[in-house]
């Protein structure tokens, strides 16, 4: 994959980018209300989304608390991992892009309607047919989304994902196979970009890294590549029939400071 654009600088060469850590940002910070937390580790719930987040990723302990917070041998995706501890088991990983909005032109687009719960099972459908990324019966809790109807029938969507301190994700950007090549994700993520905008924020998004047509799609309306990210699915530690004093597991998680 070639880009034309050097990566996005962060504020100070030797502090981390809140960027580098977004999802555990958000579950801290705007998505708060949304979390499951037990101490340094945080999730969303199922139905939600699927993202699970870690204060520290090289900090034992927030690998003990993420143990906790979804049982034994349970199998859940984690983002800013590079490795995991022992005990801990890779099912699976992938390598993505993350790219900001430096030169993107924001626009209300005039023909896109704002998308709440009654239109979920429509959404559902089109995310299942053009499989932009992961998206649940309450996605659209996380923010505002926003789609393009033709004849009534949902044909382009785009809205809004996580959310750290200052910074909002742009995701689910899909447009039906029958109706591409007229600029209606453009369209969708400009008008999208343009409310993230309204409230002080600045948009984000991320992409397979082996999606280059998508990327240069980005690149091209104003997105800049900041860094190159791993998604990695963990099992963790134990039987998945037993806690850790040997009942069988709730799954629920607690609070713990």
């Known amino acids: 994959m070639s880009t034309s654009v050097h990566p996005a600088p962060s504020p100070s060469p030797t502090a981390p980018h809140i960027l580098d850590n977004a999802a555990w940002a958000a579950l801290t910070g705007p998505h708060a209300h949304l979390a499951e937390r037990l101490g340094r580790a945080a ?19 927030s690998w003990a608390d993420l143990a906790e917070l979804v049982g034994p041998g349970a199998v859940t995706p984690v983002t800013a991992v590079q490795t995991v501890p022992d005990g801990w088991t890779t099912e699976q990983s992938g390598y993505g892009v993350q790219l900001v909005a430096t030169g993107l032109d924001t626009a209300p687009a005039p023909e896109a309607i704002p998308l709440g719960p009654a239109d979920v099972p429509e959404m559902l459908d089109l995310i299942a047919l053009t ?48 109706h591409r090549g007229q600029g209606l994700a453009t369209r969708l993520v400009r008008a999208v970009g343009a409310g993230i905008r309204d409230r002080g924020d600045i948009p984000f998004l991320h992409a397979a890294a082996d999606n280059t047509n998508a990327i240069r799609l980005y690149e091209s309306i104003g997105f800049t590549l900041r860094r190159r990210t791993r998604f990695v699915l963990v099992r963790s530690p134990g039987d998945p029939r037993k806690t850790r004093n040997g009942h069988e597991g709730s799954g629920k998680p607690e609070e713990k400071a």
């Open 43 to 61: 999730r969303y719930p199922a139905d939600v989304s699927p993202f699970t987040a870690l204060a520290d990723p090289a900090d034992p302990r």
């Open 131 to 178: 499989r932009p990324g992961p998206f649940l019966p309450r996605t659209v809790e996380l923010g505002t989304y926003l789609g393009i109807r033709k004849d009534g029938r949902l044909i382009a969507l785009a809205g809004e994902r996580l959310r750290p301190p200052g910074w909002t994700e742009i995701s689910a950007v899909c447009t039906h196979p029958d």
